[in-house]
Every structure is written in structure tokens, then in C-alpha cells.
């Protein structure tokens, strides 16, 4: 089934609300103004009825009342919807005054007498609508009378009716001017979104520059363009990532798949001596071995980038995994001289093996940079609400300038050293991409000539300060 667009539903449904509306006013309209009439209609009988009541009192008696109505009549007269009915209360009185043409003495059955008002609605024989209201009166004399009023409320009928039929015509322009207008609002209220799909339209792979103007853009508009632009900016810098990398990655395997040929190429160009072959091959085996470090790092990389990652994760102290990690740089340590000293404890949430490699890569770093005769310091700390874990180490530093990129794939502060070192370049990437998979950050601290340091800060467990431990004696290997 194919939706509507957007435009038409929202412009349907404002015009629907708008409609509904509308009707809504229009009904309670109506039944405002038949209530306010009735009201009027009973304050005026009343009005009345208290003006007869007066000038009944002033001396007059039933036969005044038949002989001498001027005074009663003069309070009716010019009112061609009333009409007034006075009789005595025993029964079979005849009528003292009747004025109108309309027959009320069969109402006087349906009213009760009394001396408070009695209301009653009714419809003549020609179907007008009537309002008759009675009360007993008492003369100057002691004696009471019956008071019969009628109102003729053909004219509140002819004004409802009236506002009906104005109701009735206007209606049907009105909803058509509502809907034209929903519809227009919203055409210029869902007009930025073309931007959006134009925008869309633009960006491909080779093309992630184009961002959509949050300028003179409702809120909501607004933040979702916002939101549109953050994605475009993490899609760019993810493709410029990708395409640096597989341009590092290029760089870094071409040398060796370049000597690997040169070699091979020079080796097989005439007969040799079989040691000259065997020295090629052992040559040509430290290019593979490097090729295999370099594809082993990358699918590590690739395989702590997953989230699926974290499903092993339990709690580990860091203490107990730097210790096993210098347990495994001791020879490598003693044939430099170097004593490794580690101080401190703290339990974080991860992955064992993983802060292995990572506190491994930072161990042989700091190893190969330490003069001989000298000291590396593995050092756990705790502060707020994370805990660290920092190797440090004499030697020549690293430059300021060097220090935001060190973390980078495939970036040597100083490559000719490194790649006769063996490095692969991936190491400390290797280490940054580990701690943000464990919701921390490596950080580094170095000056040229003195030292270096390179942090790894966990955020502590949910338990806080419980989940650490206090600080262990100092553990060395030399």
C-alpha cells in the first residue's frame, strides 16, 4: 500500500483538527446563546411580574383591577410578545384582566400557584416556542390574585435560527480557508526538509564536505540537522581514516614485499654458493616474519574495534597482570641492565589478555628506550573515580610536536630507529584502541632528555573505591 506524503497527512490532519474545532466552537456557541436567551427571557418576566406586584399594592382592589387596569396595561403595553393573565385564587373566578390574544387560562392547570415563581415552556397551536411564569400576588387589601405571564420567544427563535443558517453557510468556507491554510503552513513549514534530501543526494564517498545550514531552522529541524551534520563529520573523518590508513598500510608493506623481491630477484639472477643461498632465505624470512607481524597487529585491531569485544569482560587486578607481563620482559630487561619496579594495585573491569598486550607494548617501548643501568617504573594509582596505570622511563624523550600523533597507526617519531628496531608501527595504536574499548584513555607525558610516561586510566568499577585495593609493596626484576 502506498502512504500519502508527509505534507498531505500532516495538512489532512491539521485540517481535521482544525474542522473538528470549528464544529466545537460552533456547538458551544449555539448552546451559549440559547442559554444566555433563556436567561434573558426569565429575568424579563421577572422584571416584570416585580413591576405588577408593585402597582397591585398601590390600593388597588379586584373591581379596580376589572374598571380601572390603565396602570396595569400601561406595563404591557408596547409589547406585542407578553401577555398578561390576573384571575382571583377560588376556584371558578372569572378572569379580572386578560391582555393578548393567546388563550393561557389552560396553562393555569399545569402551574402550580404559589408565591414563588413557576416557570413554564410550552409551544402554542402555530408551534412558537412560549415562556409562562405565575406567582400569587396579594392586594393592599389582604386580598390575593393569581398572576399569569406569558413571553413570546418567536423572536429568540428566529435569532437561533438565524445563526444556524449563518453557521450552516460559513461552515463549509471556513474549513475549505482552514485547509488551505494548513496546507500552506505546512509546505513552508516541511520546505528545509528538500534541503535535507538535497544534501543526501550530494554526499558519496569521494564527497563528504557537504553540511546542511541550521541557520533560520525551527528547533526540531535545527537539532536534527545538527545531527545530520555530526554524522557527515564521523562518516568524513571514518573515510579519511580508512583511506589513510590503507595508504600507511601500503607504505609500510611495500618495503618489505619490496626487499622480498629485490632479494629473491638478486639471488636468483645467477649460481650461487649454498650458503649464499641460505643467508637469502634468512633474509627473506625476516621480511615475512615482519609482514606477519604487521597483518597479526591489524586483525587485532580490527578485532578490539568490534563491540562484541566486551562480552568477556570481568574484573582484573592490575597489579597481578603487570607482574606477569615483567615476569616475561626479564631476560629482555637483564641483558639491558634494567631493573623493573612496580608499585600499587587496583581492580578495574576488562579483558585480561587485552591489558596485557597493552601494558606489554608499553613495557617493550620503555625497555628499548631506557639507557642500560636504569630503572622503568610500572606504577598503579587510583584517584576519583578511575585508576591508572603508568610506565615510565628514563632516556631521549619525545617531542612535544610528536606527542598528539604518537597514538597514530603507522606514525614513528623517529621511523629509521623503529624499523631497525622491528616495530611495526601499529603498538601504541594497538593500546589506544584497547582503552577505549575498555571506556578509558592512554595518555603520554614525556620531556626530551629526562623521561617518559605513558598512562593507561581505567574508570573504576561500579563499586567505587570498594573494587581497589590498598597499595602493594614494591615488586622489582633486574
Known amino acids: ?20 474545532l470549528v464544529v466545537l466552537l460552533a456547538t458551544l456557541a449555539y448552546l451559549a446563546l440559547t442559554h444566555e436567551l433563556d436567561k434573558l ?35 404591557v403595553m408596547g409589547h406585542d410578545n407578553i401577555y398578561l393573565t390576573i384571575l382571583g385564587t377560588g376556584p371558578g373566578t372569572p378572569v379580572l384582566l386578560s391582555v393578548g390574544a393567546k388563550p393561557q387560562q389552560p396553562l393555569l392547570l399545569d402551574i402550580p400557584a404559589g408565591k414563588p415563581l413557576a416557570y413554564l415552556n410550552w409551544q402554542d397551536s402555530a408551534g412558537n416556542r412560549m415562556l409562562s411564569a405565575t406567582r400569587l ?3 393592599h387589601n389582604g386580598e390575593q390574585v393569581r398572576v399569569l405571564m406569558s413571553l413570546d420567544r418567536s423572536d429568540d427563535e428566529a435569532l437561533l435560527s438565524a445563526y444556524l443558517r449563518s453557521t450552516v453557510i460559513a461552515l463549509p468556507m471556513l474549513l475549505i480557508l482552514i485547509g ?18 538535497h544534501v543526501a543526494a550530494q554526499v558519496t564517498t569521494q564527497d563528504l564536505t557537504h553540511r546542511l545550514s541550521v541557520d533560520n531552522l525551527p528547533k526540531e529541524l535545527s537539532e536534527l540537522a545538527q545531527g545530520f551534520n555530526v554524522m557527515l563529520n564521523r562518516l568524513d573523518a571514518g ?129 628499548r628506550h631506557t639507557p642500560e643501568a636504569s630503572t622503568v617504573l610500572l606504577l598503579v594509582e587510583t584517584y576519583g573515580q578511575s585508576a591508572s596505570l603508568s610506565v615510565g622511563n628514563p632516556g631521549r624523550g619525545i617531542e612535544a610536536h610528536h606527542l598528539p600523533h604518537v597514538f597514530e597507526r603507522f606514525y614513528r617519531a623517529d621511523s629509521s630507529r623503529t624499523r631497525a628496531e622491528g616495530g611495526t608501527g601499529l603498538g601504541l595504536a594497538i593500546v589506544r584502541s584497547i582503552m577505549l574499548l575498555h571506556q578509558g584513555h592512554a595518555d603520554v607525558n614525556s620531556q626530551p632528555g629526562r623521561f617518559t610516561r605513558f598512562s593507561l586510566v581505567f574508570p573504576l568499577p561500579d563499586d567505587g573505591p570498594t573494587g581497589t585495593t590498598p597499595a602493594a609493596p614494591a615488586r622489582s626484576a633486574t
Not at 1 to 20: F, I, Q
Open 180 to 197: 488551505m491554510s494548513a496546507w500552506w503552513l505546512v509546505q513552508r513549514g516541511l520546505a528545509p526538509l528538500k534541503l535535507f534530501g
Open 1 to 20: 500500500m502506498k502512504t500519502g506524503s508527509l505534507s498531505m497527512r500532516l495538512g489532512l490532519t491539521v485540517s481535521l483538527m482544525g474542522a473538528g
Open 41 to 75: 427571557a426569565r429575568k424579563g418576566l421577572e422584571n416584570k411580574l416585580e413591576q405588577l406586584e408593585h402597582t397591585l399594592g398601590q390600593g388597588l382592589d379586584t373591581h379596580d383591577i376589572s374598571a380601572r387596569p390603565h396602570s396595569l396595561l400601561d406595563l
Open 239 to 367: 573515510v579519511q581514516q580508512l583511506s589513510q590508513f590503507s595508504d600507511d598500510l601500503a607504505h609500510e608493506l611495500r618495503a618489505p614485499l619490496t626487499n622480498l623481491m629485490g632479494k629473491a630477484q638478486v639471488t636468483l639472477s645467477r649460481e650461487r654458493p649454498s650458503a649464499e643461498y641460505k643467508a637469502g632465505l634468512e633474509s627473506c624470512t625476516e621480511e615475512m616474519e615482519r609482514l606477519s607481524h604487521i597483518v597479526s597487529d591489524m586483525l587485532f585491531l580490527a578485532q578490539v574495534s568490534h563491540p562484541a569485544a566486551r562480552a568477556g569482560f570481568g574484573r582484573v587486578s592490575l597489579g597481578e597482570e603487570a607482574q606477569r607481563v615483567m615476569e616475561l620482559f626479564a631476560l629482555s630487561a637483564e641483558d639491558k641492565h634494567v631493573t623493573l619496579n612496580l608499585r600499587g594495585d587496583a581492580w578495574v573491569t576488562g579483558d585480561r589478555l587485552m591489558i596485557q598486550r597493552a601494558i606489554s607494548n608499553l613495557l617493550s617501548n620503555a625497555i
Open 137 to 139: 400576588m396579594s392586594l
